[in-house]
């Protein structure tokens, strides 16, 4: 009789219906321990964004002149930043296609037209220092291979970049704007972020000649230094 009873439960503990229970159980852990990985990550992000906000330097970047049929892309505008030339002019001065040949005086034509295409140069990371003046905006000092604190005025900050396929990046080259609010974004003159002490620079809005924060509802507020 027990064997009977026992032969039964293992009959039981192997029918199509206990599988799929127990399938179904594993799929449901498994779904539940992603969604709590994702939590957790959001979380973490959400953390960093904070004290990147919180802590962060106010860094105001001037914009260069794009063309004004790209400019505003309905919800969001296309940036780009006069410190992106600083950086590529100041990386052209020391590349080696960028001096006198000791044979000739002037420079190869060909090279000289290379040289204006970033292409040429092999991808590569760093620092940009930038003096901050009055209204905290950054100004182009150096280029530094590392953040180091020490070698860095007090009124000075570095701020990472990237040369990567034949373009700068030194932060986001867009900005999101509520629908219906492209006309108070067109005055805007700079980009305002918070530096953060790595380096890494965050934008948190846009300002306009008379360093006003552009609220994009028709009123505007004095950036805070």
């Known amino acids: 009789m027990k064997n009977k009873i026992l032969t039964k439960r293992l009959t039981d503990d192997t029918s199509p219906s206990t599988h799929w229970l127990k399938k179904r159980a594993v799929t449901i852990t498994i779904a539940l321990l992603g969604l709590a990985l994702i939590l957790i990550i ?3 992000n959400i953390i960093k964004y904070e004290t990147h906000l919180s802590t962060g330097k106010t860094v105001l970047l001037a914009l260069a ?5 790209g400019f505003m892309q309905g919800d969001y505008m296309v940036l780009s930043y006069a410190l992106e030339r600083d950086i590529f002019d100041a990386m052209r001065s020391t590349h080696p296609h960028s001096t006198p040949d000791e044979s000739n005086s002037a420079l190869d034509p060909e090279l000289v037209e290379l040289d204006a295409d970033l292409r040429i140069y092999e991808p590569s ?6 003096k901050l003046d009055g209204n905290n905006v950054g100004h182009f000092v150096r280029l530094a291979d590392s953040n180091d604190p020490d070698k860095l005025a007090a009124d000075e900050i570095a701020i990472h970049y990237r040369a990567r ?3 700068i990046q030194l932060a986001t080259n867009a900005f999101f704007f509520q629908e219906g609010h492209a006309k108070a974004f067109e005055t805007a003159e700079y980009g305002l ?3 953060n002490d790595k380096g890494e620079p965050l934008l948190t ?4 000649g008379e360093f006003k924060v552009i609220s994009g509802r028709g009123e505007e507020d004095k950036t805070s230094h």
């Not at 002149?65 to 049929?69: A, F, G, K, L, N």
């Not at 990371?125 to 930038?130: L, R, S, T």
């Not at 809005?205 to 306009?208: N, S, T």
């Open 193 to 195: 972020f918070r530096v």
């Open 205 to 208: 809005g846009m300002v306009d």
């Open 125 to 130: 990371d760093g620092y940009v220092i930038v």
């Open 165 to 167: 396929n034949g373009n």
């Open 42 to 44: 959001m979380t973490i």
């Open 65 to 69: 002149p794009v063309d004004p049929r």
